[in-house]
């Protein structure tokens, strides 16, 4: 089985797969949420103009990724119990998600914790950060552990995710350099097949694009059906670290994941970690900032949410995002760029379309 890995830090990009990684910062935001005003991030793709119109009540987005803390104060009622497929035996799933695996040991498996806020965190609720979907749901699919994992594990994570209600799911990891070539020659087609499946049920998959300055996204967005995801930095501007959007079917946006540190803690996305894991040079605590096209993927699986919650198919919802994203330099929509792909996502032009 071919092994994936991710990196994820508060000043360094985060990607998993095999797992992945100014908008002045806040506009007066609109929430009690202590740390809103750090979330340029929300700003940047209009999200609290759209709540008005949605929430994501009543929808399901799974992050398949290294589990989420159900501790986690700010995820208190927006976690499903979900499965996890790393570190079983016989049996698989063995467990429901949770980011310390079968063996109850935290293996530096923050990730998903933070992607999952980026989401869903509850929101006005007088901790922490706000989500960009605040009413929608996540099911934590765990497929990695300690940054790794197969092809096989993250695939059968997809299948049973698109079997377990979700309607978004978000991948907020990639392969290595050459993976898609390996998937276009059929010698790894697992991740592939398993978001075709996916989508054949009406379910949309969101993947990180990468986080090693290359110039095509990498897989499993490559090559599948999924929405390949760039990163943007506070100022609206292609991150140095995020592959381009680039892939076989063009369909790709960008959305805001962070200076990879070169504008400190605030110039990368803040979010919700496991409890007493944020890092000493951000926060500490249950909140951390992190940056990668592994927190670009989950503004966009937020905004598919609020789509979703209008009653929306996942085609409509994937037009949606496409044509309604904003070139941050020219100010058009429905303009395809290989820096950009369609822009950055917009939530409100998105829920109005």
């Known amino acids: 089985m071919n092994r994936k890995s991710f990196a994820g830090a508060a000043t360094s990009v985060a990607l998993v797969v095999t797992a992945l990684v100014a908008v002045a910062p806040g506009a007066q935001a609109a929430t009690s949420d202590p740390l809103r005003d750090k979330q340029w991030g929300l700003d940047q793709i209009n999200a609290e103009a759209a709540w008005p119109a949605s929430t994501g009540a009543g929808v399901v987005v799974a992050v398949v990724d290294t589990g989420v803390d159900f501790d986690q104060p700010d995820l208190a009622g927006q976690l499903l119990p979900g499965a996890t497929f790393t570190g079983c035996a016989d049996v698989r799933p063995c467990g429901d998600g949770d980011f310390r695996g079968p063996d109850g040991a935290n293996d530096g498996d923050e990730h998903g914790t933070h992607v999952a806020g980026i989401v869903a965190a509850a929101t006005d609720n007088g901790i922490g950060v706000a989500g960009v979907a605040p009413d929608a749901k996540v099911l934590p699919v765990k497929v990695l552990e300690a940054g790794t994992g197969s092809s096989q594990d993250i695939a059968d994570g997809i299948r049973w995710a698109a079997d377990h209600g979700a309607d978004v799911i978000n991948l907020s990891l990639g392969s290595g350099l050459g993976g898609q070539l390996l998937t276009i020659i059929g010698v790894d087609t697992l991740m592939r097949d398993a978001i075709a499946y996916a989508r054949e049920r009406g379910v949309l998959t ?148």
């Open 206 to 353: 969101v993947a990180a694009a990468g986080n090693s300055s290359t110039p095509l996204c990498s897989d499993p967005a490559f090559t599948s059906v999924a929405i390949c995801i760039g990163a943007t930095d506070s100022a609206g501007l292609h991150s140095y670290y995020s592959e381009l959007p680039v892939k076989l079917d063009l369909k790709s946006v960008s959305a805001p994941g962070g200076s990879g540190g070169l504008t400190g803690c605030d110039g990368d996305v803040w979010s919700t970690v496991p409890v007493g894991t944020g890092s000493d040079t951000c926060a500490g605590g249950s909140y951390d900032s992190y940056a990668g096209t592994s927190m670009a993927t989950p503004h966009v699986a937020g905004v598919a949410a609020l789509l979703f919650a209008q009653g929306r198919t996942a085609d409509d919802v994937e037009d949606a995002i496409l044509y309604t994203a904003r070139d941050p330099l020219l100010g058009l929509t429905g303009l395809w760029t290989p820096l950009y792909g369609y822009g950055v996502v917009d939530a409100a032009a998105a829920v109005a379309y």
